[in-house]
């Protein structure tokens, strides 16, 4: 079936500093990628949007400058935290939907991302 | 109000007990229906979908009432293994806009 893979699992990282988090597609064209965030306890909240190619489209309240998504090729996007902060800790998913997800078997998620900022 | 509400739990409750979630949602042009599943610090991961007829797999049914805009899930004969937080999933009109629900933990014990 179709894989996404991500990566880093995992990263701590200093406040003020930027974390690039990538997103594969291993056997399948994500035209359309997603970005996640969860809290603990809480739901999966959608960050952003993005097609390959094009701009992503941010959620409200999800300030751009800050979560730069670039989704350059049909396999890869990458979310990069910029001036990390304490309170972006949490829990980063991608997920993506290939072309012919047209169904609703079209969404795969990554393993996620947690990132500490200290 | 919630665009997809579920009650967070958790549910405490021995093996072979049989286990019912409820999720309601808010949209009622929402058009697609999902249970996922997500162990603690994975990501989710599908487990069924949910059809207007109802369906079942295993030992998971799945069913929707859009009347009343709600959809559940009944596991039935529970085991340890199925400890985990159950996510109802609605996909929205207008693209490809999914909005997940907080989860449900349930927490099977010996």
């Known amino acids: 079936g179709a894989v996404v893979s991500q990566h880093p699992s995992w990263v701590i990282c200093k406040s003020g500093t930027s974390v690039k988090i990538e997103c594969r597609s291993l056997?399948?064209?994500?035209?359309?990628m997603f970005w996640y965030r969860q809290f603990p306890k809480q739901s999966l909240m959608l960050m952003a949007t993005?097609?390959?190619?094009?701009?992503?489209?941010?959620e409200q309240g999800v300030e751009k400058d800050k979560f730069l998504i670039n989704h350059a090729s049909l396999t890869l996007s990458t979310l990069t935290v910029t001036s990390a902060h304490p309170e972006d800790s949490s829990f980063y998913i991608c997920s993506a939907r290939d072309k012919e997800g047209q169904g609703d078997y079209g969404y795969t998620f990554g393993s996620g991302t947690r990132l500490t900022v200290v | 109000r919630k665009e997809v509400e579920q009650d967070p739990g958790p549910f405490n409750v021995p093996e072979g007990a049989t286990v019912a979630f409820n999720c309601t949602y808010s949209n009622s042009a929402s058009q697609s229906f999902f249970w996922y599943r997500q162990d603690c610090r994975k990501e989710p991961k599908l487990l069924m979908s949910v059809y207007s007829s109802g369906n079942e797999d295993g030992r998971f049914t799945a069913q929707l009432n859009r009347a009343s805009q709600y959809i559940s899930l009944l596991i039935r004969d529970s085991k340890l293994s199925d400890s985990a937080t159950y996510l109802c999933v609605v996909k929205g009109t207008g693209g490809f806009k999914t909005i997940f629900g907080a989860g449900t933990r349930l927490f099977v014990k010996a």
């Open positions: 993005s097609n390959e190619g094009s701009k992503a489209t941010y």
């Open positions: 056997d399948f064209q994500a035209t359309t």
